[in-house]
């Protein structure tokens, strides 16, 4: 299990530090913005895209928790 751990510290970490940037990123624009019809379409791109990282990390956990460590080697 250690083996498997080490490499999924990676993905968890990239995908919390994007996942924070979009937060930050809609907190700016909430505080710049004050129309809400501007701030909608603003504020679900970053919601999707972080749904879409955090999707991709538990596939890749998944995929290492199977033994695929190396995703390129089905290429």
């Known amino acids: 299990m250690d083996k498997h751990w080490k490499k999924m510290i990676a993905p968890i970490?990239?995908?919390?530090?994007i996942v924070l940037y979009f937060i930050f990123f809609f907190g700016?624009?909430?505080?710049l913005i004050q129309?809400?019809?501007?701030?909608?379409p603003l504020g679900i791109i970053p919601a999707l895209l972080g749904?879409?990282?955090i999707g991709v990390c538990i596939q890749?956990?998944?995929?290492?928790?199977?033994?695929?460590?190396?995703?390129?080697?089905?290429?």
């Open 51 to 53: 749904a879409v990282m």
């Open 60 to 75: 890749r956990i998944r995929e290492i928790k199977d033994g695929e460590e190396d995703d390129l080697s089905r290429y």
């Open 28 to 31: 700016i624009l909430v505080s």
């Open 35 to 40: 129309d809400p019809l501007v701030l909608l």
């Open 13 to 17: 970490v990239v995908t919390v530090i």
